[in-house]
Structure formats: C-alpha cells, structure tokens
C-alpha cells in the first residue's frame, strides 16, 4: 500500500465518524469524496452526467472502503471546443483524421462531450472498475485504452455489457 493511498484512508476514516454523527446520507462516500478531493485536487468532476457521477462516486468509495483502492479521474466531462482541440492535434501528430480517430473521437461521436465518460488512475484502480464497475453501470470500451470507461446504466443487471471495441475508430456493429 503506497503512501497516499494510505494517507487518503487515514483522511477518510478521520472524517467518517464526524459524517456518522452528523447523520448524512451514505457518510462513507461522502468521506471518500472528500479524501480523494484531497488527494487529487486537480480533479475536475463538473459537467458529468448525474448519472455517471454517482455511479463514479459509489464504485469509488466501495474501492476505497473495501479494498484500499485510490482511484482518481484524469479527464471526465469535455465541451466541444476541447474535444474538438483534443482531435485537432491527434490529426496533426498522427498525420490523418482516421489514424487520430484511434485515440479521439470528434466531438459530435465522443462520450466525454456527453458527461459520461471518465478517464480513470492509476492502472491499478482502472483494473478494479473493469471487474467491478459493471454493478454501477461503468464499462471499459477500448481495447486500446485501459483508462477509458463509460457509463452504461441501462446494462445494470443483465447479463450483457456495451462491446468492447478495439480502439475509437472500431464500429460497435462489427464486434
Ligand atoms: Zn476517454
């Protein structure tokens, strides 16, 4: 266990009995939201779709609590002059829209313009919600991108999942 990992579990467990007392509603992820918020303070949650933040935030806090986990977002929620830029400059280093279209999407096809995509860390909590994240409705969807998930809630409780796609430029019909 490393030593921010164990620092945000010392943080969360101080303020979990304060939340307890208080009587808030689910005290366990309102304390590893506060944690993590200190262990990644450039983490930017804003803009994702409800439903995705409070898939996020419960499939995190059950990584924290239960098995000593720190998972952080690196990229959540992205307007379309962002992703547009993202994809601007994928073109430019990889030379053609098709060879970009293997990292990033155009805004008009990416889930992160949509709020319910979520860039994930470290590798270790990504391995985590591709096991578990199913019963929140989180999805890894490329195979080329250990980090990516997506939000999925119509999936909860069946037994089938979104494709897993190679990269981006894989359509969904062909798998
Ligand atoms: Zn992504």
Redesign the pocket.
Known sequence: MDVYRLATLGLAGLRRPLDTLAGRWRPEERASEWALGLRFPHENLAGLDLGARVAFAAARAEALWHHGLVIGLT?GARSVVEQQQLFDEAVAEYGSESAAREWVLPPSES??VQGR???VRPREGARWLEIHGHRYGLYRTYAN?W???EHWPQYIGTRSRPPMRADPRAPASLL
Request: charge should be negative; glycine fraction near 0%.
């Open positions: 990229s889930l992160h995509a979520l860039d991108e980090w990516h998930f």
